[in-house]
């Protein structure tokens, strides 16, 4: 027969915990970890040089950061005032990203509209999260674990020897597991909501945050799918309006991710799925801590932490159309005067994925004012007929979807006819022997349109 010790440890390893359980005993295992502190740390710049990127609090306008007070202020007071709202409207649709494929297509319909083709029309596919049950308790009434805490003891956790670290990767696997079920049974969409409601109410996600780069690899894996999920179904208003309206020093924690190759893709990924809700990308958008990615995170050596840190910036330009417009337009000359860096760039990946995400920038119909401005300049069409001659055949692919604008334009300026009539006929004859590999109609379409319209441009035009 068991002892009765024996007997109560066994019930409590086995013993299902509630969504506040769980929480909860993150939330202490969390206390007994360290926190990291911010610091600065050296990346090259984008002239090659070592550049310093201090710690996200006030980052690029000498702004002081908040002190930890008054983020425990700030903390305090967001679990009196977040835990009692309801979502806004958590299961509205969202659009996903679009392919590569899906974007080009919109890219040359738009294009083809212009010279009074018949334009075909493509939206963004996407659905919208399952909707889930209004906010309330799921508790299973299961005991608390003993309070004892220490390696070679009764732990939080109710099992003999666990470590901090062990019982905390326990919990969060747990409550991946109330999010995204076993398999067998349906998730049960009030524990979601309730695992949310604690999960804000405690706090766990800027404790989890604080001592992101110290936790194990699987607990920081268990830790990204929980935010992604609370966030994407915006359970309890996680993302909106937890995060965006009390909690904008998550996403710093987020984007200081960046500097750490070792949590930047998990950071990366939470940073994007909170990112899917519009307030979030707009206070990303408008405040400093954007430009980063300008700067410094699109050319980090790192080939993974880069092409993750322009997937986020492509994100944010691209998918709430109003608000990156707005940005845009606001933030013209500063946007652009880095994308020539990113257009400069001796990283190949870099420039192919900046003039990529420039064409789709300027073919996005909500850009039109910004698109103008843009191809009524002579130092961006130099740019780009420089990069039209690129010797990599992907980089003169996409450079073409974005000169083909210059020379659309019905209304280009003087300058801009100067420069393409004085270089007609090499311009002619580069581009009737332009990748006549592909084997695209709409690719030829343009082309042809591009010769044809090039051949009829003459000097008096350029003088008017």
């Given at each position: 027969m068991p002892t009765?010790?024996?007997?109560f440890l066994s019930s409590l390893t086995k013993r299902?915990?509630?969504?506040?359980q769980l929480v909860k005993l993150a939330v202490a295992c969390l206390h007994e970890l360290p926190a990291v502190e911010d610091a600065s740390w050296t990346c090259p710049g984008v002239d090659g040089t070592k550049a310093t990127v201090p710690a996200m609090d006030g980052l690029n306008r000498g702004e002081p950061g908040p002190s930890k007070q008054q983020k425990q202020d700030e903390l305090t007071s967001s679990r009196h005032s977040i835990s009692s709202s309801a979502p806004?409207?958590?299961?509205?649709?969202?659009?996903?990203?679009?392919?590569?494929?899906?974007?080009?297509?919109?890219?040359?319909?738009?294009?083809?509209?212009?010279?009074?083709?018949?334009?075909?029309?493509?939206?963004?596919?996407?659905?919208a999260p399952p909707p889930h049950s209004s906010a309330g308790s799921s508790r299973d009434g299961s005991a608390a674990d003993a309070s004892t805490s220490g390696k070679g003891s009764v732990g939080q956790s109710g099992i003999e020897g666990d470590s901090v670290m062990e019982r905390l990767a326990k919990r969060l696997s747990q409550m991946k597991l109330v999010l995204y079920g076993d398999g067998e049974k349906e998730v049960d969409k009030d524990k979601c909501v309730d695992l949310a409601e604690n999960i804000i109410k405690e706090g766990l996600m800027p404790l989890l945050l604080d001592r992101f780069t110290n936790l194990p690899f699987e607990a920081r894996k268990d830790a990204a799918q929980i935010f992604n999920n609370i966030a994407r179904h915006n359970h309890a208003g996680f993302a909106d309006p937890y995060i965006a309206?009390?909690?904008?020093?998550?996403?710093?924690?987020?984007i200081?991710?960046?500097?750490?190759?070792?949590?930047?893709?998990?950071?990366?990924?939470?940073?994007?799925?909170?990112a899917r809700h519009?307030?979030?990308?707009?206070?990303?958008?408008?405040?400093?801590?954007?430009?980063?990615f300008f700067d410094t995170f699109v050319h980090l050596p790192n080939f993974d932490v880069a092409?993750?840190?322009?997937?986020?910036?492509?994100?944010?330009?691209?998918?709430h159309k109003t608000v990156a417009a707005e940005f845009l337009e606001e933030e013209y000359e500063q946007v652009f005067d880095k994308y020539k860096s990113l257009l400069a760039s001796d990283n190949y990946v870099t420039r192919r994925m900046s003039l990529k995400m420039l064409g789709e920038i300027l073919l996005d119909r909500s850009n039109f004012n910004v698109m103008m401005r843009y191809i009524s300049s002579k130092e961006n069409l130099k740019m780009i007929m420089n990069l039209l001659r690129d010797k990599s055949a992907s980089i003169q692919f996409e450079a073409f979807h974005v000169f083909k604008v210059f020379v659309a334009n019905p209304k280009k300026p003087p300058a801009i006819v100067k420069i393409l009539v004085t270089n007609r006929d090499k311009l002619v004859t580069y581009l009737t022997h332009f990748h006549t590999d592909k084997?695209?109609?709409?690719?030829?379409?343009?082309?042809?349109?591009?010769?044809?319209?090039?051949?009829?441009l003459d000097y008096e035009e350029a003088a008017t």
């Amino acid at each position: 027969m068991p002892t009765g010790g024996s007997s109560f440890l066994s019930s409590l390893t086995k013993r299902k915990k509630s969504p506040e359980q769980l929480v909860k005993l993150a939330v202490a295992c969390l206390h007994e970890l360290p926190a990291v502190e911010d610091a600065s740390w050296t990346c090259p710049g984008v002239d090659g040089t070592k550049a310093t990127v201090p710690a996200m609090d006030g980052l690029n306008r000498g702004e002081p950061g908040p002190s930890k007070q008054q983020k425990q202020d700030e903390l305090t007071s967001s679990r009196h005032s977040i835990s009692s709202s309801a979502p806004s409207n958590p299961d509205a649709s969202r659009t996903s990203s679009a392919g590569s494929d899906a974007g080009a297509s919109r890219r040359s319909s738009f294009f083809l509209s212009a010279f009074g083709k018949k334009e075909a029309h493509s939206h963004d596919s996407g659905s919208a999260p399952p909707p889930h049950s209004s906010a309330g308790s799921s508790r299973d009434g299961s005991a608390a674990d003993a309070s004892t805490s220490g390696k070679g003891s009764v732990g939080q956790s109710g099992i003999e020897g666990d470590s901090v670290m062990e019982r905390l990767a326990k919990r969060l696997s747990q409550m991946k597991l109330v999010l995204y079920g076993d398999g067998e049974k349906e998730v049960d969409k009030d524990k979601c909501v309730d695992l949310a409601e604690n999960i804000i109410k405690e706090g766990l996600m800027p404790l989890l945050l604080d001592r992101f780069t110290n936790l194990p690899f699987e607990a920081r894996k268990d830790a990204a799918q929980i935010f992604n999920n609370i966030a994407r179904h915006n359970h309890a208003g996680f993302a909106d309006p937890y995060i965006a309206d009390h909690h904008f020093s998550i996403l710093e924690q987020l984007i200081s991710g960046y500097g750490h190759p070792e949590v930047a893709l998990n950071c990366g990924s939470m940073l994007r799925e909170a990112a899917r809700h519009e307030k979030v990308a707009r206070r990303i958008l408008f405040s400093p801590h954007v430009w980063p990615f300008f700067d410094t995170f699109v050319h980090l050596p790192n080939f993974d932490v880069a092409s993750d840190s322009f997937a986020t910036l492509r994100d944010l330009l691209t998918k709430h159309k109003t608000v990156a417009a707005e940005f845009l337009e606001e933030e013209y000359e500063q946007v652009f005067d880095k994308y020539k860096s990113l257009l400069a760039s001796d990283n190949y990946v870099t420039r192919r994925m900046s003039l990529k995400m420039l064409g789709e920038i300027l073919l996005d119909r909500s850009n039109f004012n910004v698109m103008m401005r843009y191809i009524s300049s002579k130092e961006n069409l130099k740019m780009i007929m420089n990069l039209l001659r690129d010797k990599s055949a992907s980089i003169q692919f996409e450079a073409f979807h974005v000169f083909k604008v210059f020379v659309a334009n019905p209304k280009k300026p003087p300058a801009i006819v100067k420069i393409l009539v004085t270089n007609r006929d090499k311009l002619v004859t580069y581009l009737t022997h332009f990748h006549t590999d592909k084997d695209d109609e709409q690719f030829r379409e343009e082309k042809s349109l591009l010769v044809n319209t090039l051949a009829n441009l003459d000097y008096e035009e350029a003088a008017t």
